[in-house]
Each structure stands twice: as C-alpha cells, then as structure tokens.
C-alpha cells in the first residue's frame, strides 16, 4: 500500500483541485518519494484500491475524482472527505 502524507499546492486557495505534489511512502518497502499530480492519478487509474491516506484513527482510501482537470479525493464510508487536505503541507 502507499500512504500519502504530505501534499504540495499550487495557489494559496485551499482545495483539492490545487494539489500538485503529494509525499508518500510504500508500507512494504518503506521507500518514500514525490510524485506530481499527474504521475499518482496515472499510478491510481493503473493500481486502484492501493493508495490511502491514514491517521492516528482511520485509513481512507483516496481515489481520482474525473474532472476536467482530474484530481484526487478521499472517501470514508462512501462520503468525501478531507483527508487529503488535512496533511502537512511541503
């Protein structure tokens, strides 16, 4: 599994669509690294069910929401979330 924890945003406005950059780490093998926006809806679009967001109380899956342009989300319990938008930022 991967876990986000750190985002990067491109404009002061705090929404998903502003998301750029995301910080993560493979629980397997414990690498870490950056990946633009575009690379992880690719890796999601390609490998679903496999990048999470997690805290101290919950692990949300986080999934490619189809706009134009695409971006990430979160949801618990078939709702939206704000996970993503909860991470430090970098």
Do not use: C
């Not at 990067?8 to 493979?26: A, P, R, T, Y």
């Amino acid at each position: 599994m991967i876990y986000i924890f750190a985002i990067h945003l491109d404009s002061k406005d705090i929404k998903h669509e502003n998301i750029s950059m995301v910080q993560w780490e493979n629980s397997k093998t414990g690498e870490k690294g950056y990946s633009t926006i575009i690379d992880m809806i690719v890796y999601i679009n390609e490998h679903p069910h496999t990048v999470f967001v997690k805290d101290n109380k919950t692990i949300v899956e986080v999934f490619v929401i189809d706009a134009k342009p695409k971006y990430l989300r979160t949801s618990a319990d078939g709702r939206l979330t704000n996970n993503l938008l909860s991470l430090p930022t970098f």
